[in-house]
């Protein structure tokens, strides 16, 4: 749904729904030209200091958040955009409408903002311009440089940008390191705010105030990943990732470049209800993508992370043909819409960590038949989910990848997930001369890379999981054939991480990670002795509450087969609880702490529950004033044992049920290391005496 109207308010029609009013004067001085956003929340100042070099500023409700920073380029060939300007601000414009997704966290997001443009134009000789968008919104904003076409500046090699963020106040931050080896598969560093070293995006902040500020970027398309470097106290810059040359970014004018985003709230909870990241990016390009349904899947995956079967060739292969239907059987059973297969297609053996020189997106192992796996699938109403794996090869995965998806056009395939393994900097790609060259995960050439891919699946009617992917900037508007990816430390690190992942660790993506978009985390372990020192360092009942915590329209219920059938009654929840969403709330909730978040099932009128913690035991209340007023529920609890721990205790489970109404508030008890898991079931009106 996408409405759009001008439509000038009067003082007597003030109080209408109107999708865009009339324009919003802008405060200026001497020296300051300033916005608001539409309910007054926050305001941005836009300025150029003595040297003419523009800055920013932003304050909400009166008190400052990013005090005086500054705006502008480095150039490789041509001298800095950064000084020497003056400055034109336009009138603002208030813009409401409301857009529907196709899948989401919510069905219906409204899209209310300021937008204000400000040109800075050099008064010397090169004459050069670039303009300042900014959209304010009440629980955050964006702004993006606009390179207007012009006869001084045709091509913009960007060596970095001047871009900062000066906060006002230290406080907390939660962050990972960007330059490292291991893309962003690490764990949170807590640290004072001006202790933070580089740092990826998104990058959350609580200020001494209490004040929850998450920044980050929005629909960053052909053009290279913002990290943050911390220039001094509390002072970050944009730090552009390495391009292909001494330019990180190599662009035509016209051009836009990624939105810089700014989520403010009082609260953690403030910043995961936001849609801010979603609705800088442009509306669904591709339609109707219907052929994509939003489902629970199992698979070939997690014995491997194990050593109990491998991706490559051998006694021990473990997509065969066999397995494969297994799987199929198991998903028909249970109401399972995929069934992933990993290590299917020719290519595993050998060196493929960094190379994928060798992998076929076509060909098969001999022990697995595709044909026949898939025409298994479709017999029994099971998908067979695509695994392209390219060892961080994208130059070799582009001249495969349209018969790949066409092979899984043909055998009614419509997802795939899609990896690229290489340490950081080892990605390779299409240089200027057309041989493959070296590149960073999130280098300009592999944005431009992963919307090929995005593009070449959506004619084929596939839709995209992307594992060491190009981060999140909420792209899935635009081409809702995006439909997940990694970008953090999975699941997969619990079963052989040198350490795992720590009970804390899926309360910080929470409010880091995914105010980016959804994410393939593949929660319900039940097998908590791995690999990994610890193991799985959550209980039974926490592995539930991660399919309502951790959004993603495919979830897999990523353990053993077997395990599953041995513990039919935690199963239960995995295989009841929704995955697309038509409401979401987070009724609680801090950084790497602990959330509670309930969402309204798409396709009824089921709520869902799931509550988290670190680990440290805690007892939450959950007022369920979302339910349907009037209305009686049926609650199916899922919930920590009194003597559960994630250290010693972590199957410790108790499974009850409860009628409860809307008016009620009820006390969820989190074992260290544990959750709760619950499901709302409509039962009838509520009888009056």
């Known amino acids: 749904m996408k409405r759009r109207q001008f439509l000038a308010l009067s ?11 009339a324009p919003v ?3 200026t001085s001497a020296t300051r030209a300033s916005a608001s956003s539409p309910g007054g929340v926050l305001t941005v100042q836009a300025f150029t200091d003595n040297d003419g070099r523009p800055m920013y500023a932003v304050s909400r409700q009166g008190r400052p958040v990013v005090e005086d920073s500054r705006l502008g380029f480095l150039l490789t060939d041509a001298v800095a955009l950064e000084r020497g300007m003056a400055m034109t601000a336009s009138r603002p414009m208030t813009f409401d409408d409301t857009w529907e997704q196709p899948w989401g966290e919510r069905r219906f997001i409204r899209n209310h903002y300021t937008e204000w443009r400000v040109a800075f134009a050099e008064t010397g000789v090169l004459g050069r311009r670039v303009d300042v968008v900014f959209r304010l919104y009440d629980d955050g904003l964006g702004f993006r440089y606009e390179f207007p076409e012009q006869a001084g500046l045709k091509t913009a090699r960007i060596g970095s940008e001047l871009t900062e963020f000066n906060l006002t106040e230290n406080g907390t931050a939660w962050w990972i390191p960007a330059w490292e080896w291991n893309r962003e598969e690490y764990l949170y560093n807590r640290s004072s705010i001006d202790a933070v ?23 960053c398309i052909d053009y290279a990943g913002m990290n943050l470097r911390r220039s001094e106290g509390t002072k970050f810059r944009a730090a552009l990732t390495p391009g292909l040359t001494n330019a990180t970014v190599v662009r035509e004018a016209p051009f836009n470049t990624p939105w810089r985003t700014l989520q403010i709230s009082d609260t953690a909870a403030g910043l995961v209800e936001s849609s801010l990241i979603l609705n800088l990016n442009e509306p669904n390009k591709l339609g109707d993508v219907s052929w994509f349904k939003p489902m629970k899947y199992v698979g070939v995956w997690w014995e491997m992370h194990l050593e109990l079967k491998s991706w490559n060739a051998g006694p021990k292969h473990g997509a065969t043909t066999e397995n494969a239907i297994k799987h199929i059987d198991f998903a028909a059973e249970h109401g399972f819409g995929g069934v992933l297969v990993e290590g299917w297609n020719i290519g595993w053996d050998g060196n493929w960590f960094g190379n994928g020189s060798d992998f076929s997106f076509t060909q098969t192992y001999p022990d697995f038949d595709i044909e026949a796996v898939t025409a298994h699938g479709r017999a029994k109403g099971v998908q067979l989910i695509g695994h392209h794996e390219t060892g961080g090869n994208a130059f070799h995965y582009e001249q495969q990848m349209d018969a790949g998806f ?3 056009e043909r055998l009614g395939m419509h997802s795939v997930k899609t990896g690229y393994v290489a340490d950081a900097g080892g990605a390779r790609v299409a240089g200027p001369d057309g041989t493959a060259v070296m590149a960073w995960n999130e280098s300009q050439a592999m944005a431009q890379h992963h919307l090929r891919v995005a593009e070449a699946a959506a004619r084929h009617k596939v839709a995209v999981n992307a594992h060491e992917p190009f981060k999140d900037t909420g792209l899935r508007r635009t081409y809702p ?6 970008g953090a430390r999975g699941m997969e690190f619990s079963a052989w991480g040198q350490p795992g992942n720590p009970p804390e660790h899926e309360a910080n993506l929470v409010f880091t990670r995914l105010l980016a978009g959804p994410m393939d985390y593949t929660p319900g372990i039940f097998g908590m002795e791995t690999r990994s020192p610890g193991g799985v360092q959550t209980t039974w009942a926490k592995q539930l509450a991660l399919y309502v915590v951790i959004y993603s329209p495919i979830q897999m219920a990523a353990d053993l087969l077997v395990h599953y059938e041995a513990n039919p009654g935690p199963f239960q929840f995995i295989k009841d609880v929704p995955v697309d969403w038509a409401e979401t709330r987070v009724l609680n909730g801090e950084v790497g702490d602990y959330v509670t978040i309930a969402r309204k099932d798409r396709a009824s009128d089921v709520w869902a529950l799931g509550a988290v913690t670190d680990e440290h035991p805690r007892v939450l209340t959950a007022p369920l004033d979302f339910l349907d ?3 009686r529920y049926r609650a199916e609890i899922y919930r920590d044992g009194p003597d559960a721990d994630y250290k010693t205790k972590r199957e410790s489970i108790v499974i009850e049920q409860r009628e409860v109404t809307s008016a009620d508030v009820l006390t969820l008890a989190l074992a260290p290391g544990g959750g709760q898991a619950i499901r709302f079931v ?3 009106r509520v009888r009056r005496a």
């Open 11 to 21: 003082a007597a029609a003030a109080g209408t729904s109107a999708l865009i009013s």
């Open 25 to 27: 004067r802008a405060q």
């Open 197 to 219: 070293g580089n740092a990826q995006t998104p990058m959350t902040v609580k200020g001494g105030s209490g004040l929850h500020v998450s920044i980050h970027e929005a629909a």
């Open 406 to 408: 066409a092979l899984y």
């Open 481 to 486: 054939n995006m439909i997940s990816r990694e």
């Open 629 to 631: 007023a009037g209305r």
């Open 682 to 684: 409509p039962l009838g």
